[in-house]
């Protein structure tokens, strides 16, 4: 640290590449970055099935721009990013098919741009090795080809940060300025509350060394994709501290909570867990994840050493702040939270596995680089089982919810029309209908509204195994369909 900032992100090794490199040279080195993003692309569709319905929270999504099915209610922590990405496709065509093919390549061509942001402050095989290590993850190739926002949350990360270092470095490049704008609004347009906690660190420098331009970028970028949601927290929901609280109650109530083990727990292939009950996945499952912050931790010290430290620590500590508030502030877990964590945590993953595999000499190791590629084919081995049970799961849940539909439209439930109860979100996207609830988290309507609506298009109940009707459809006639109870509203 004794030679300033500028100095540990000028600083490099041996055969690392200058920023300003000839272009037939930056064209071989983006060779590496677009065969990885290409083979991201073609593993989502071998592996996660174009033909997977959408799961409850796409249907969310989605209904808010398609014209084949009625908006779902959508809560205070949700932001419009994900439906206007989806919206070129998702506003004309109802096929989940095309959907699928257009997320999966929208997704490599976000994985190429984003490796791209950090050419010349790595070498190519540190780029193209990081780019592999978060593509390969099973939560980055079932996540990817989905409407879902965490993936689109790290890409932005990725992009900012990078972009933020390169501009730090040239100091005069306007490019990487409008790169960090663009990385900021791309978060904070899918998640806003994860943006603001992926940029701390880097509004913490800027205002240290009196960046102005980049302050000016980072905040910018922020303001331009969180204004959307603010102004509907304004609209909507009495004002900006009203939505936040509102989106905390909906999480739990977000303050002191260790969540780390309901991330391990998570490691499984669970969507959602909540509440994260049950026992521990195999230790071959989270070895990876145990091992992850020490492989992280190595590659800083290998930057130290090389007097680049800034260029490694920033997108470590990046990766802490926007993993803190997921395990230690929220009493459940979900494996996608973590996506812009461990984007940013594979730069200096994968600096740290080829120090570990080579000399600084560029010589191989004879026994450490043998264990190293041992380690990454049984970690790649073991993410993909993972990411065959998920889908297998969760390609059966949702055509549960396609054979569900199928059978509320032969008692008559057709569009227009309202489902109500027991996973009415997902259930009223398959069968068109609106979705309604009269308390928690989704709550949109009431008792007596929904009775109203009845006597006016077919309305129907579902509860749970085990559970109760609702006192509105206590005397409404029931039907087991499944594991599920439905209630159908008399017509007249």
Not at 169 to 188: H, N
Request: glycine share 10%; with cysteine.
């Amino acid at each position: 640290m004794a030679d300033g900032a500028n100095a540990m992100l000028t600083g490099r090794r041996r055969g690392e590449p200058a920023l300003s490199t000839g272009s037939p040279r930056r064209l071989r080195g983006d060779v590496p970055l677009a065969v990885v993003a290409a083979v991201f692309t073609l593993l989502q569709l071998i592996f996660v099935h174009p033909w997977m319905g959408l799961g409850w929270d796409e249907t969310v999504y989605v209904s808010q721009v398609t014209t084949h099915h009625p908006a779902a209610f959508f809560s205070a922590p949700r932001a419009r990013g994900v439906s206007l990405l989806v919206a070129p496709v998702a506003s004309w065509s109802s096929s989940t098919e095309l959907l699928r093919v257009y997320l999966a390549v929208l997704s490599g061509v976000g994985l190429y741009l984003a490796l791209r942001a950090w050419k010349g402050l790595f070498p190519t095989r540190v780029l193209a090795t990081a780019g592999a290590f978060f593509a390969t993850l099973w939560v980055t190739l079932f996540y990817g080809p989905q409407a879902m926002p965490n993936y689109w949350v790290a890409i932005g990360a990725l992009i900012c940060v990078g972009c933020f270092l390169r501009s730090w470095q040239e100091r005069s490049g306007r490019a990487a300025l409008w790169g960090v704008a663009a990385g900021a609004a791309l978060m904070a347009w899918m998640r806003p509350t994860d943006a603001v906690w992926v940029t701390v660190p880097l509004l913490a420098l800027v205002l240290v060394r009196r960046r102005w331009m980049l302050l000016l970028a980072l905040v910018g970028g922020l303001a331009a994709g969180g204004v959307e949601w603010v102004i509907e927290a304004y609209g909507w929901y009495g004002g900006l501290g009203e939505r936040l609280s509102r989106a905390s109650e909906i999480q739990g109530g977000l303050g002191w909570n260790i969540a780390v083990d309901d991330q391990m727990r998570s490691l499984g292939g669970r969507g959602l867990c909540r509440p994260c009950t049950g026992s521990m996945p195999h230790p071959v499952v989270t070895a990876w994840w145990i091992v992850l912050p020490f492989v992280a931790a190595l590659g800083v010290a290998v930057a130290a050493r090389a007097r680049r430290t800034a260029r490694t620590l920033i997108p470590f500590v990046c990766a802490v702040t926007a993993a803190a508030p997921y395990l230690l502030m929220i009493g459940y877990a979900a494996p996608r939270f973590l996506q812009p964590a461990y984007a940013l945590l594979a730069i200096p993953v994968a600096d740290g596995l080829w120090h570990l595999a080579r000399t600084h000499r560029g010589r191989w190791r004879p026994v450490a680089a043998p264990l190293v590629a041992l380690a990454v084919a049984g970690h790649l081995a073991v993410q993909l089982t993972v990411l065959e049970g998920t889908v297998d799961r969760n390609v059966a849940s949702r055509e549960d919810w396609a054979r569900i539909a199928d059978e509320l439209h032969r008692l008559g439930v057709r569009p227009p029309c309202l489902v109500t109860g027991h996973e009415s979100i997902p259930i009223g996207y398959y069968t068109g209908c609106s979705s309604g609830a009269t308390s928690g988290n989704n709550e949109n309507t009431t008792a007596a509204e929904i009775v109203e609506t009845a006597r006016r298009i077919p309305v129907a109940a579902v509860t749970g195994p085990g559970g109760g009707a609702p006192g509105y459809a206590r005397d409404w006639t029931a039907y087991p369909i499944t594991d599920l109870t439905v209630r159908v509203a008399p017509r007249g």
